[in-house]
C-alpha cells in the first residue's frame, strides 16, 4: 500500500500541474473554462482525497513515517483544494483563480509531503 500512496503522490503533483498551468492560461486569456478544465481541477481534489485516505490507512496499520511534517503538508493540501467550495466567490472567472490558485498550493504541498516521507 505504501507504493500505492507514492504513485498517487506523484498523480497528485502531476494532475495539479496541469490543472494549475491549465487554469492559469484560461484565466489570463478571459477565456471561459471548459468542461475538461473543471473536470482536471476537480481530479486533483478526488486525488487528494484519496492521497489522504490511503495515508489514514497506513497510519492505521501502524505504518508511520519519520517526519510528522509529512502529516502536516498532506492535511494542508487536501484543506487547500477544497477551500475554493466554501470561499471562492461566485463570478465564474474569479472562481476559477481561486481553484487554478489553490491547485498550485496544493502542488506545492504535495511536493512537500512527498520529500518528507522518508
Do not use: K, N
Request: aromatic fraction near 10%; include cysteine.
Amino acid at each position: 500500500m505504501v507504493v500505492l500512496h507514492q504513485w498517487v503522490a506523484v498523480a497528485v503533483i502531476g494532475a495539479a500541474a496541469v490543472a494549475t498551468v491549465w487554469g492559469g492560461a484560461t484565466y489570463v486569456r478571459r477565456a471561459r473554462a471548459g468542461a475538461a478544465l473543471g473536470h482536471a481541477l476537480t481530479l486533483v481534489q478526488t486525488l487528494c482525497v484519496a492521497q489522504v485516505a490511503l495515508g489514514l490507512l497506513l497510519v492505521a496499520d501502524e505504518r508511520r513515517t519519520a517526519d510528522d511534517l509529512h502529516y502536516v503538508y498532506g492535511t494542508l493540501a487536501l484543506l487547500v483544494v477544497l477551500a475554493p467550495w466554501f470561499y471562492a466567490p461566485s463570478d465564474p472567472r474569479r472562481r476559477l483563480g481561486w481553484f487554478a490558485g489553490t491547485s498550485l498550493v496544493a502542488a506545492a504541498l504535495a511536493v512537500r509531503a512527498y520529500t518528507t516521507s522518508g
